[in-house]
């Protein structure tokens, strides 16, 4: 398809566990986002990248949160050492360059931490 | 600080008739952007409308369109001839020029649609 793919759609781990969430974005689209959403809010931001380069990472909640996007177009959104807080849907969005061009969000991943 | 406030947690509208979501937002910026996204029970986000600060008229989008109060700051959602597949959850949401145009979300309204 042609919008934005995250994969897995579900993850759970245990509570000390490495994750990484993956976002494969819109063709074309320069800007990526990387957002949380806690059940019952609305997202938050978490990160922001024009190409390869990540201008924004003011949301990221922790040290054990990094993410990337190494050739400008698949990120990767890696928890360290997760704990129970991280449980949440991450969201990727994509967009063309400029602040009127909406975001196009993927489907998210829902993360569960035991 | 820039806020988007949705003081609707949830609303209840019968089939056909229109409903009107409430947003107020709050920003010292000049420029900004305003959009509306619809998320599902499945979870996607769905871009439904945009507002641009400078623009003179009301966005519109097939049924939806935006009732923008600039002195108010107000951006409110109209959503005619509710269809049953409508229910779902609606969010506000801001940013502005000059920032990387990462949004700011509101709290969402949850709508639901009676036949």
């Known amino acids: 398809g042609a919008g934005v793919s995250q994969s897995p759609r579900y993850k759970v781990a245990k509570r000390g566990q490495d994750v990484a969430l993956r976002c494969d974005p819109i063709s074309g689209h320069v800007s990526l986002f990387w957002y949380q959403q806690a059940l019952g809010q609305g997202p938050e931001f978490l990160t922001y990248?024009?190409?390869?380069?990540?201008?924004?990472k003011s949301g990221l909640p922790s040290d054990r949160f990094f993410a990337e996007r190494p050739e400008g177009s698949v990120s990767t959104l890696k928890i360290q050492r997760t704990q129970q807080e991280d449980s949440a849907v991450y969201l990727c969005?994509?967009?063309?360059?400029?602040?009127?061009?909406?975001?196009?969000f993927g489907d998210g991943t829902r993360l569960s931490i035991l | 600080a820039q806020k988007i406030t949705q003081t609707q947690p949830g609303m209840f509208v019968q089939e056909k008739e229109a409903v009107t979501l409430d947003c107020t937002y709050d920003?010292?910026?000049?420029?900004?952007?305003l959009f509306w996204y619809k998320q599902p029970s499945s979870g996607e986000m769905i871009f439904l409308i945009y507002?641009?600060?400078?623009?003179?008229q009301n966005a519109t989008e097939g049924r939806y369109s935006l009732n923008f109060q600039k002195a108010r700051k107000s951006a409110n959602l109209v959503i005619s001839a509710s269809q049953l597949g409508d229910s779902a959850m609606y969010f506000c949401?801001?940013?502005?020029?000059?920032?990387?145009?990462?949004?700011?979300f509101g709290k969402g309204t949850k709508l639901s649609v009676k036949p």
């Open positions: 507002q641009g600060s400078y623009d003179q």
């Open positions: 949401a801001m940013n502005r020029r000059g920032s990387q145009g990462n949004l700011i």
């Open positions: 920003t010292s910026d000049p420029s900004y952007g």
């Open positions: 990248f024009q190409n390869e380069a990540q201008l924004d």
């Open positions: 969005a994509s967009s063309l360059e400029g602040f009127n061009q909406p975001q196009h």
